[in-house]
């Protein structure tokens, strides 16, 4: 029985077929597990924009860049 299932996994025409449903199978997961939670989802999409935010600004303290210039204005004197 297992030498039969081996053989058949041996031919390569039904090996493609086989490793095309393991892939669809994978990338349907995949996409499932992205969007299938709103909460999961939200965060992904804010993880989207994390090149485009300035690297002086810090989202959890909104005084940092005014901080910031404020140190680099001291340091000037």
């Given amino acids: ?17 086989v490793t095309v449903i393991i892939f669809t199978i994978t990338f349907l997961a995949i996409i499932f597990y ?7 989802s939200k ?16 989202e959890r303290n909104p005084n940092s860049q005014e901080q910031d210039k404020a140190s680099h204005i001291e340091g000037e004197k």
């Fill in 1 to 17: 029985m297992m030498q039969d299932i081996f053989d058949w996994f041996m031919v390569m025409a039904n090996n493609k077929a």
């Fill in 34 to 40: 992205v969007y299938g939670s709103k909460k999961r």
């Fill in 43 to 58: 965060r992904f999409e804010e993880y989207r924009n994390i090149p485009f935010l300035d690297d002086d600004y810090d």
